[in-house]
């Protein structure tokens, strides 16, 4: 099944159960992915955004809601927080599992060698294919910055 047919039957079973926090956020998500497709179209790809791209919009999701659910957090508003982690759970049950420190370590040390990259001139080039490998399976940010302290050192 695809990750988008995933979308679809979740949302249905999330209706069926009455998971209201489900329902909205699975919508929350395929009204993204929509968005980003018509761009897609728009740049002449007519079948809209890959699934990783997909899987990268959604780490994008979990990172507003970290944030905000922070905020909420020391603002006082604990309902408020509340709601953000669970949508948060929500649009995890969508991602692959997560590499670990020694998975992602791996990872870029493969691409490097595999590419050649040499110095932090090559960052882009590295942090692409991790992107393209490894979309939704490790956090880009500390990817950067293990790649950059690989490439530096």
Known sequence: MTIRGEFTTALKEAMQSKDQVAISTIRLITAAMKDRDIAARGKGNDAGITDAEILSMMQSMIKQRQESSKTYKDANRPELAEREEAEIKVIERFLPTQMSEEETGAAIDAIIAEIGASSI????????ELKTKYAGQLDMAKAGGAVKAKLAG
């Open 121 to 128: 001139k090559d960052m882009g080039k590295v942090m692409a």
